[in-house]
T-cell receptor, first 115, second 120 residues
Framework: AQSVTQPDIHITVSEGASLELRCNYS??????LFWYVQSPGQGLQLLLK??????LVQGIKGFEAEFKRSQSSFNLRKPSVHWSDAAEYFC?????????????FGQGTELSVKP | DGGITQSPKYLFRKEGQNVTLSCEQN?????MYWYRQDPGQGLRLIYY???????QKGDIAEGYSVSREKKESFPLTVTSAQKNPTAFYLC???????????????????FGPGTRLTVL
């Protein structure tokens, strides 16, 4: 069965430090992968997505993610974190044939930023 | 402005009552989705609809019902049969899926702001 794992429930980084949020997936074919961000009490905003092609994907707000098929990973990175990046981050994978455009979400990683 | 709207933002319900959550989109998207979010559990799919007058159950459809009479609207009813309805509910939409020879592509989903339902 397809699944998404975000191993870190909560991460705290200092403002200006680099960030890497981990995402591992289990999928039988080439996956469609997404990262979303959610501020408290709000909906989800798309940060970036991978469908095919270049394995390093650039997104909004200075985020990037790298698809590594050999490691079944799609980790999210940012070179310098800003206080406004504090939020919850979700990794998601698109499901297989005949299941429409449904997504499977990880449990989320909450990011705190220290001044 | 194009987007997805959900109303109300906060909703309180007494036990045994049915309530309906609204989701409207003006993005001209064909597919719409309802998710439930609980702390520490990510998002779980309740129902989805790929086209008007058609919808399918997701992973946790018990105690919920939907309709899709118009392309832009996908209301969710939380019935009294839902044993633990207190949660944050998110609606999403995406463009029509493109079917290739060997696989179905997954279009990007865009989310509304959510409705927080509390059962008193």
């Amino acid at each position: 069965a397809q699944s998404v794992t975000q191993p870190d429930i909560h991460i705290t980084v200092s403002e200006g430090a680099s960030l890497e949020l981990r995402c591992n997936y289990s999928y039988g074919a080439t996956p469609y992968l997404f990262w979303y961000v959610q501020s408290p009490g709000q909906g989800l905003q798309l940060l970036l997505k991978y469908f095919s092609g270049d394995t390093l994907v650039q997104g909004i707000k200075g985020f990037e993610a790298e698809f590594k098929r050999s490691q079944s990973s799609f980790n999210l990175r940012k070179p310098s974190v800003h206080w406004s990046d504090a939020a919850e981050y979700f990794c998601a994978v698109g499901r297989t044939n005949n299941q429409g455009g449904k997504l499977i979400f990880g449990q989320g990683t909450e990011l705190s930023v220290k001044p | 402005d194009g987007g997805i709207t959900q109303s109300p933002k906060y909703l309180f319900r007494k036990e045994g009552q049915n309530v309906t959550l609204s989701c409207e989109q003006n993005l001209n998207h064909d597919a719409m989705y309802w998710y439930r979010q609980d702390p520490g559990q990510g998002l779980r799919l309740i129902y989805y609809s790929q086209i008007v007058n058609d919808f399918q159950k997701g992973d946790i459809a018990e105690g919920y019902s939907v309709s899709r009479e118009k392309k832009e609207s996908f209301p969710l009813t939380v019935t009294s049969a839902q044993k633990n309805p207190t949660a944050f509910y998110l609606c999403a939409s995406s463009t029509k899926l493109r079917t290739g020879l060997s696989k179905t592509s997954t279009d990007t989903q865009y989310f509304g702001p959510g409705t927080r339902l509390t059962v008193l």
